[in-house]
T-cell receptor
Framework: LAKTTQPISMDSYEGQEVNITCSHNNIATNDYITWYQQFPSQGPRFIIQGYKTKVTNEVASLFIPADRKSSTLSLPRVSLSDTAVYYCLVEGTNAGKSTFGDGTTLTVKP | DVKVTQSSRYLVKRTGEKVFLECVQDMDHENMFWYRQDPGLGLRLIYFSYDVKMKEKGDIPEGYSVSREKKERFSLILESASTNQTSMYLC?????????????FGPGTRLTVT
């Protein structure tokens, strides 16, 4: 199973950039890296997905080095509403063979 | 928008009861998943289905079974509920198309077994 490792928790302040790194040493050639956000009492929701180098959308950027054994989610100028748990998942054509890690609890302070 | 619905948000059952958790998705997704989420343990995969009548065990299948008779519906069954199955249960679905592996999650069912 492609297991991921993330920091358990991170603290930040409003307006700062937050970078959360995920390790996935067993990533396979066909796997993509996906990040999810989860608020209390809700299901996780998709933030961003990438295969290599850099991907950017309206809410985040995803940086993936050439060896693809890690990835970094970057949240620009966080606000209090970004307080949530963030999960990194490696998934591909072998769906169901990847595992969510324990997630990173991000706390944004005023 | 993709919609994944779960039959109940909250459910209370007694030990030994047979429990059915239903999940329905409306986007013709091939893959469907059942996870449970407990404090400090993240999301753990119970079962996965990639097509009608097809299923594969995840990380923690013991005490659970699943049924997928129609593409849009994936049921999780607790044959004889126990207190250690008290948890949040999350259903998800996704496409099998290469390059689009995003999982869409339902709101979750918080099950309490007394």
């Amino acid at each position: 199973l492609a297991k991921t490792t993330q920091p358990i928790s991170m603290d930040s302040y409003e307006g700062q950039e937050v970078n959360i790194t995920c390790s996935h040493n067993n990533i396979a050639t066909n796997d993509y890296i996906t990040w999810y956000q989860q608020f209390p009492s809700q299901g996780p929701r998709f933030i961003i997905q990438g295969y290599k180098t850099k991907v950017t959308n309206e809410v985040a950027s995803l940086f993936i080095p050439a060896d693809r054994k890690s990835s970094t989610l970057s949240l620009p100028r966080v606000s209090l509403s970004d307080t949530a748990v963030y999960y990194c998942l490696v998934e591909g054509t072998n769906a169901g063979k990847s595992t969510f890690g324990d997630g990173t609890t991000l706390t944004v302070k005023p | 928008d993709v919609k994944v619905t779960q039959s109940s948000r909250y459910l209370v059952k007694r030990t030994g009861e047979k429990v059915f958790l239903e999940c329905v998705q409306d986007m013709d997704h091939e893959n469907m998943f059942w996870y449970r989420q407990d404090p400090g343990l993240g999301l753990r995969l119970i079962y996965f289905s990639y097509d009608v009548k097809m299923k594969e065990k995840g990380d923690i299948p013991e005490g659970y079974s699943v049924s997928r008779e129609k593409k849009e519906r994936f049921s999780l069954i607790l044959e004889s509920a126990s207190t250690n199955q008290t948890s949040m249960y999350l259903c998800a679905s996704s496409l099998r198309t290469s390059g689009t592996y995003e999982q869409y999650f339902g709101p979750g069912t918080r099950l309490t077994v007394t």
